[in-house]
Nanobody
Framework: QVQLVESGGGLVQAGGSLRLSCAAS????????MGWYRQAPGKQRELVAS???????NYADSVKGRFTISRDNAKNTVYLQMNSLKADDTAVYYC????????????WGQGTQVTVSS
């Protein structure tokens, strides 16, 4: 089992910044991918950014150039630095850890609310 605890969400004005953190504990296997997803009201959950153990990252087109994902393997923590926030970024942000080749190893956090006021 893996537990994921997110923090850093909140209310920010458009153009502002927030930094999300997600700390993983429990059975942390190597060679995993950690990522951030978001779900806005009435919309499907979507990938925001992900990063694997080697540090290779990918981003949704909508956040490229504004958001940066990073991880500290020693702390089993993933971060999402969000700059130039827009009202469209308003959503619940979820942290995920998984291994693509092991469907049983797939865990989600409880989510943290990010609200961007215009």
């Amino acid at each position: 089992q893996v537990q994921l605890v997110e923090s850093g969400g909140g209310l920010v004005q458009a153009g502002g910044s927030l930094r999300l953190s997600c700390a993983a504990s429990g059975s942390i296997f190597s060679f995993n991918t950690m990522g951030w997803y978001r779900q806005a009201p009435g919309k499907q959950r979507e990938l925001v950014a992900s990063i694997n153990s080697a540090g290779s990252a990918n981003y949704a087109d909508s956040v490229k150039g504004r958001f940066t994902i990073s991880r500290d393997n020693a702390k089993n923590t993933v971060y999402l630095q969000m700059n130039s926030l827009k009202a469209d970024d308003t959503a619940v942000y979820y942290c995920r850890i998984h291994r693509a080749w092991d469907l049983r190893y797939d865990y989600w956090g409880q989510g943290t609310q990010v609200t961007v006021s215009s």
